[in-house]
């Protein structure tokens, strides 16, 4: 059966779909001895599929991995950087950091902290990304003075953004210190910088966001905690969820979890 190029490398887990669209835009990706084009098609098991001059096979295809990662302050949650800064790829063992197709699943910005999920399951990738599927996500914000309630309040019902209302969001204040307010914001939805963006419109700063969990998925689980720069591979039934929440049927051959398995270099 004939699929685009780029959902094939998708789902076989050598890049997201973003990034299997950048393959085939510069060059990297070949069909039947041909320099492939975004909207080719083809079918794994009669046409020749190469990326960086490597033949696509099925039976080449990596073992999928589910990772939770605390993303660390001053990371990108990208594969690659041009200027060369610290992605949350490097975070990984040499073992995982090449030929696997992992990826990060959406993103925390740089100067952001927290719960990050990494995979080289294309499709997964793509529904949960999707705004179609509204997984929530839990944050630890600190802003700058006391926001008023009506400012909250106006938080909390949805606010214009990129020229549409944002869902609404569950927001209380956990602690406040002459300085600063500290608010637990829970999103359905993720825009590009949304916390910070709607923060500024209404007039606080952003001192620190870190991002506790990604559904029930937290980075802290009764006796288990994942410290900056430390991830774990998801356990089967987490991977269920995930798979649940956006209509994939969950997969049988998981990799077994281990705790605590990496520590910032």
């Not at 076989?12 to 080719?40: F, T, Y």
Request: hydrophobic content about 35%; charged content about 25%; glycine content about 8%.
């Amino acid at each position: 059966m004939q699929e685009r190029v780029q959902k094939i490398l998708s789902q076989w887990g050598i890049a997201s779909r973003r990034h299997a669209e950048a393959m085939i835009l510069s060059g990297r990706v070949a069909l039947n001895g041909k320099v492939a084009e975004l909207g080719d098609k083809a079918d794994p098991h009669r046409d020749y599929l190469e990326v960086d001059g490597k033949r696509v096979e099925p039976l080449n295809r990596p073992q999928l991995f589910y990772i939770l990662m605390n993303k660390p302050k001053g990371v990108l949650s990208t594969c690659d950087d041009p200027k060369g800064r610290k992605t949350v790829i490097e975070l990984l063992p040499p073992n995982l950091q090449q030929g696997k197709g992992i990826h990060p699943v959406g993103r925390l910005d740089r100067n952001s902290t927290g719960a990050l999920i990494l995979s080289n399951d294309g499709e997964l990738t793509l529904r949960l990304t999707h705004p179609r599927y509204h997984l929530p996500k839990t944050y630890d914000v600190w802003v700058e003075g006391h926001p008023s309630d009506q400012a909250l309040e106006e938080w909390r019902q949805g606010m214009i953004l990129d020229g549409q209302k944002t869902l609404p969001a569950q927001l209380e204040i956990l602690e406040e210190t002459p300085q600063q307010t500290r608010l637990l914001i829970t999103l359905t939805e993720g825009k590009n910088r949304q916390i910070r963006r709607l923060a500024e419109q209404l007039g606080l700063e952003v001192t620190k966001l870190h991002r506790r969990s990604i559904g029930n998925l937290a980075l802290n689980q009764g006796q288990q905690r994942l410290l900056p720069g430390e991830y774990r591979l998801l356990k089967p039934a987490e991977v269920s969820y995930l798979k649940r929440h956006v209509q994939l049927e969950a997969s049988l051959a998981l990799p077994v979890a281990r705790r605590n398995q990496g520590r910032p270099r």
